[in-house]
């Protein structure tokens, strides 16, 4: 077996077993970690204010694993994304150069250029990176929330139910936020069908240019 070939089984190898994370985030939901004590350990609240505050943080849960999910979903791709693109960024221009009249050179620089081509196309067209920062931000920007009003509720207001409703409006916007990015976000068919002619362009060049040096 040529080098090439070798080296070919050796890339392909190492991109299918490095998506096995990806893969994996996919496909699992991730669970809430207990955070410690809650709204109905805290001395600053009445059995009333309590009650209310722990059935937000319930109808929160829902919420807090889809962004938990989500967010390392993006963040596990995106890594994966960001690797091999720039793996390819440096070894396309140099395989270009040293392949040969061995057809296994030729797929070797082929299936380089359409793997990181791909990537792009998909990083660009689904927004991964910017879906990542809006659910992490979301759920960092929930949980220092929920710390301020555990911690220091006087700075929502004077009285409890002062505290309470300030507190809920501030939730009710950290959703409204993260919900407006997500769809912001989400692409359009118009956004797929360019990033894919992208992508396919991206791929074809890595080939076409492979005959004129043999």
Known sequence: ??????????????????????????????????????????????????????????????TLTFWKTYAERYRTFHIYSLTWISLS??????????????????????VVAAHSAILLAVSRAFRVEAHYKAFRNGESEFYDLYRRMLDRPGIFGGSETEQIDKYFE????????VRAAETDNFPSMEDVAQESRVGHLGAGSGSTGTPQRT
Not at 24 to 36: N, S
Not at 89 to 110: E, F, H, M, N, R
Not at 170 to 177: A, L
């Open 1 to 62: 077996m040529s080098g090439w070939a070798i080296a070919l089984v050796v890339y392909s190898s190492l991109a299918l077993i490095s998506f096995i994370p990806v893969l994996r985030a996919l496909t699992k939901w991730l669970d809430l970690k207990p955070g410690g004590p809650s709204f109905t350990d805290s001395p600053h609240f009445s059995e009333e204010g309590k009650n209310r505050l722990a059935q937000n943080f319930k109808r929160m849960q829902g």
């Open 89 to 110: 960024t440096v070894g396309v221009p140099l395989l270009a150069q040293a392949i040969d009249s061995d057809p296994w050179s030729k797929w070797l620089l082929t």
């Open 170 to 177: 501030q939730v009710e916007t950290v959703r409204r936020v």
